[in-house]
């Protein structure tokens, strides 16, 4: 596996995502922009808690580490949002998404109520992955997945769940163009796909980013250790 610069790395990439939106100033800036843009509406306040990990509830079971763990701060309710890019579009982990995303609303949920609290106070959950590759095969930019009662489509049954799987190359459902945009950096963050201002402000954050010493040390640490186990991984067969 041929080694990537940092600065060859796009925003779809786990480790910059990561970097950037865990960055002290910067990442709850980018956040707000980008999740405003996937949701066609203005996002005020956001607090990032990068790499959340939920433990499972016992040593034998199942955990989770959510790359991005965000929170909006509103008047009525928080809305958390759980963001992953997942460029992995192998046919067996694209099948098994739609319980992946169940995974996860899962464990935020459990861990989002205290013992005793009202059921509804329970947080709003908004799990979204970015793919560039078709999760659906329908061609879509965006798939918005929530409960809906199977023989009264027209009941309104809002639990608060939902999961947006965003297609970087989709066509159909007439995506808005800043949408569009918005994927088309992500997916290749270079300054000639800032096309528009709020692109153009998280390029700059962005760049800054990619030029944190301390960020260079990061990568080159993660993927020496990722060598070393490839290499392991050789040695055993």
């Known amino acids: 596996m041929q080694k990537r610069n940092l600065e060859e790395l796009n925003l779809l990439d786990d480790f910059l995502m990561g970097s950037v939106l865990s960055y002290p100033g910067i990442g709850p800036e980018v956040c707000r922009r980008m999740v405003s843009i996937i949701l066609n509406r203005e996002i005020k306040q956001i607090r990032i808690i990068p790499q959340k990990v939920y433990f499972g509830a016992d040593t034998d079971k199942h955990g989770i580490r959510l790359d ?36 996860y609303h899962a464990k935020i949920d459990a861990d989002s109520l205290a013992s005793g609290e009202d059921y509804g106070k329970l947080k709003n959950v908004i799990v979204i ?26 009941l309104v049954y809002e639990d608060g769940a939902r999961t ?8 159909k459902g007439n995506p808005p163009a800043e949408l569009q945009r918005l994927l088309q950096y992500l997916e290749d963050s270079r ?14 954050m962005v760049q800054k980013v990619k030029h944190d010493r301390e960020v260079s040390l990061e990568y080159m640490k993660i993927f020496e250790r990722e060598r070393l186990i490839r290499e392991d991984g050789y040695a055993s067969g």
């Open 68 to 103: 991005v763990y965000a929170e909006e701060k509103a008047d009525d309710l928080n809305t958390v949002y759980d963001i992953e890019p997942d460029k992995d579009g192998r046919e067996s982990l694209r099948l098994a998404l739609p319980k992946r995303a169940r995974f």
């Open 129 to 154: 992955f970015i793919c560039p590759y078709d999760p659906f095969q329908l061609n879509r930019m965006v798939y918005t997945i929530k409960s809906c009662c199977v023989e009264e489509p027209g």
């Open 164 to 171: 947006i799987f965003l297609y970087t190359k989709g066509i």
């Open 191 to 204: 300054e000639e796909n800032a096309k528009d201002a709020d692109l153009m402000a998280i390029h700059q």
